[in-house]
Every structure is written in structure tokens, then in C-alpha cells.
T-cell receptor, first 115, second 109 residues
Framework: AAGVIQSPRHLIKEKRETATLKCYPI?????VYWYQQGPGQDPQFLIS???????DKGSIPDRFSAQQFSDYHSELNMSSLELGDSALYFC??????????????FGPGTRLTVL | DAKTTQPNSMESNEEEPVHLPCNHS???????IHWYRQLPSQGPEYVIH?????VNNRMASLAIAEDRKSSTLILHRATLRDAAVYYC??????????WGAGTKLIIKP
């Protein structure tokens, strides 16, 4: 079965540079979530999109922005990178239906290292 | 947001059942209880979820207390591949997963 695809899998950037992470959800999934997981930390919710509209926002810094495109893939744009942005970034997708209980399917993650 | 409390770690012997507890005393009536696990260097993986009734799937069983303030994830026969951090999460009405610290499950051969 098709899974969530994330690219790139590894990314090394310098401080103050920009980075773009991409997420391709499972076909027919219309909801995408972004999470950040620092070293030894639990995943922290950043932002989510449903049907190409932002549906919820978590602890996403103002330096980060994201969007979901017409083909449902999503991109997380990170500017003015800081050392503390070094983390694993996970994307998850789910099919949304009324009443809650969505299962989120996670991608393998993008490991961002900021030097 | 409803919060969850789990033991930091648990150990179990291979081939034995494992019961992972979780407290979620502030859960609201429409919040779902989700369990995910994360193996080292991998993305989180869905295990099971439920609302009020006990649930079974091919991976595990979920036992939910009658007052819904606690739940238990049951792995019927743990294998070495089940060693992971198990997260008990309450999904709120915004479909947001609020992650806690999770339980690190150690399986002894």
C-alpha cells in the first residue's frame, strides 16, 4: 500500500538559510499534518491542512510557513534557520470524516541539521 | 486540551502479554483515545484507537475504562520488534494529536 512520502530525507543547512520540506500524502487523503521532533523529544504539532485550507495551528514559529496544494501535497517552508530548528520533521496524512477518530499515517520524516 | 499520563518505561519478557496503562482524567465526551508507537529512527506508527468500547485489531487490544478516565493498551504476545515508545494520545475536536512523553517498552529475550 502507498505510504506518506517525504522529501528530502536528510537536509543540511547553515544558520539563516531557508529550507523547504515536501510531503506527499497517501492517495485520497485530504488532510496533512506537520510535526517537529527534537532530539530526545516527543513530536510537537506544528500545523495542519484540510482540503488545502489551514485547519489548525500548533507551536509553529513565525519563521515557518506551510501550504497544501491542489494535488494535496504540502510544503513546509522554513526561513532564517536557527540551530534549534535541527530536528526530525514528520508529515502525516489522514482521510477526514465527520465525528473524529481520524487515523494519522506518518511519513519517514526529514532530518534537518542546521550548522 | 486533555492530557495523558503514562509510565516512563516498562519491561516485559518476549512472548508474554504486555499491558500499557494510560490516564486521561480530563478527557471530554467526544475525544478519541489513540495509541501510536515509534520505533527508533522511524516515524510514528498507528496502533489502535477507540471512543468508549474496547477495541481489537491485528496489532493490539484497547481496553477503555467505563468512566473513560483511563485506558490500557494490550499487546497479547510481545516480540522484540514491539520494543518502541508507545504514546497514548487524546485526539481533540480539532483532530489534533497532543503528544505526551510516552512509555518506552523494553522487551527482554
Amino acid at each position: 500500500a502507498a505510504g506518506v512520502i517525504q522529501s528530502p530525507r536528510h537536509l543540511i543547512k547553515e544558520k539563516r538559510e531557508t529550507a523547504t520540506l515536501k510531503c506527499y500524502p497517501i492517495p485520497r487523503h485530504d488532510t496533512v499534518y506537520w510535526y517537529q521532533q527534537g532530539p530526545g523529544q516527543d513530536p510537537q504539532f506544528l500545523i495542519s491542512f484540510y482540503e488545502k485550507m489551514q485547519s489548525d495551528k500548533g507551536s509553529i514559529p513565525d519563521r515557518f510557513s506551510a501550504q497544501q496544494f491542489s494535488d494535496y501535497h504540502s510544503e513546509l517552508n522554513m526561513s532564517s534557520l536557527e540551530l534549534g530548528d535541527s530536528a526530525l520533521y514528520f508529515c502525516a496524512s489522514s482521510p477526514r470524516w465527520p465525528g473524529g477518530g481520524d487515523t494519522q499515517y506518518f511519513g519517514p520524516g526529514t532530518r534537518l541539521t542546521v550548522l | 486540551d486533555a492530557k495523558t499520563t503514562q509510565p516512563n518505561s516498562m519491561e516485559s519478557n518476549e512472548e508474554e502479554p504486555v499491558h500499557l496503562p494510560c490516564n486521561h482524567s480530563t478527557i471530554s465526551g467526544t475525544d478519541y483515545i489513540h495509541w501510536y508507537r515509534q520505533l527508533p529512527s522511524q516515524g510514528p506508527e498507528y496502533v489502535i484507537h477507540g471512543l468508549t468500547s474496547n477495541v481489537n485489531n491485528r496489532m493490539a487490544s484497547l481496553a477503555i475504562a467505563e468512566d473513560r478516565k483511563s485506558s490500557t493498551l494490550i499487546l497479547h504476545r510481545a516480540t522484540l520488534r514491539d520494543a518502541a515508545v508507545y504514546y497514548c494520545i487524546v485526539m481533540d475536536s480539532n483532530y489534533q494529536l497532543i503528544w505526551g512523553a510516552g512509555t518506552k517498552l523494553i522487551i527482554k529475550p
